[in-house]
Structures are given as C-alpha cells and as structure tokens.
C-alpha cells in the first residue's frame, strides 16, 4: 500500500517501485521540480526503421487507487534520434502490477542502438477523479454542437 508523508512541508504519496532484474534501475527526476521520473532499459535492444519494439523496464509499480501513471516519449530521444513512443502516451492503471514496457519505434533509417541503463521514456503519475458515466438521451447545447475533426482551422 502507498502512503502518504510530508517531506520539506510539501505533501508527498510514496509509491512502491519493485526492482524485478539484477540490472533493473530506479526511476528518477534529473532535476528539482521535474513534472517526470525517467525510465530505463533494463535491457539491449536495436531498433529499425518502422519496427515497433517493447523495451522492458526491469521495474514493477503499486500505485494507489485513485492514480495513473502515464508513459511519455522523451523529446531528446526524438528529435535528435527519432526514437518515438508508439502508443503517444501509455496509462499504467493502479491495479497493474506487472512489469512497465515501453513501445518503441525509429522513425528514421537505423538502426538506433538502446543500450542496458538508458533512459527510454518518462513516467507521470497523476491523481485521477473518480468519473462515472451515466446514460443520456440527451445533452446541453453549446455554440461549437458538433463541428470537429478541422471545425477551427488550420
């Protein structure tokens, strides 16, 4: 179970990370204030061209209920390498407790090499409202309606 704690008078949720591999690493934040924890990869892979590739994170997670962790690209990795998170933003729900991959591909001739310790990805955890939906038959009307899919321009 996640606990809660206050650390240098801000709140702080403690979260679980289990280390499930002798060259798993710790997710962790570059800087003070940073909004992501850095992801790596407990593994070699190569990428190439077109290919999509699940690099594994050699790490497990308990997040309370309550909270999702998002999976994000790291903008270094592409545009400097063309290194992209297939999926744009992965959910990881606070039941899951399996190990974190990421769905990587390189957008650009290759290959690209990910060595074992690099950072592939960031992970957000965020606090997410308990939504219900309801059937309606019905619902209000506002000045956009229905106009989508290039309703505002270019």
């Known amino acids: 179970m996640s606990t809660i704690d206050m650390i240098d008078g801000y709140e702080s949720i403690l979260i679980k ?3 499930l591999h002798q060259n798993s690493k710790m997710p962790d934040r570059k ?11 407990v593994d070699q892979y190569v990428l190439t061209q ?5 690099v594994k994170t050699g790490i497990a997670i308990e997040l309370p209920f309550g909270y999702e962790a998002q999976v994000r690209a790291r ?3 592409a545009v400097m390498y063309g290194v992209f998170c297939v999926d744009g933003i992965g959910t990881i729900d606070a039941g899951y407790r399996g190990e974190l991959g990421v769905i990587l591909s390189l957008a650009i001739p290759g290959p ?3 060595a074992r310790g690099d950072a ?3 992970m957000v955890i965020q ?21 989508g899919y290039g309703s505002t321009g270019k």
């Open 17 to 19: 990370i289990k280390l």
């Open 31 to 41: 800087h003070p204030g940073d909004a992501a924890f850095d992801l790596y990869a």
């Open 50 to 54: 077109h290919t999509v590739t699940l």
């Open 75 to 77: 903008s270094g990795l």
């Open 112 to 114: 690209y090499i990910i």
């Open 120 to 122: 592939i990805a960031q």
């Open 127 to 147: 606090k997410i409202p308990d939504i219900r939906l309801i059937e309606a038959k019905t619902l209000s009307e506002t000045t956009r309606g229905n106009k």
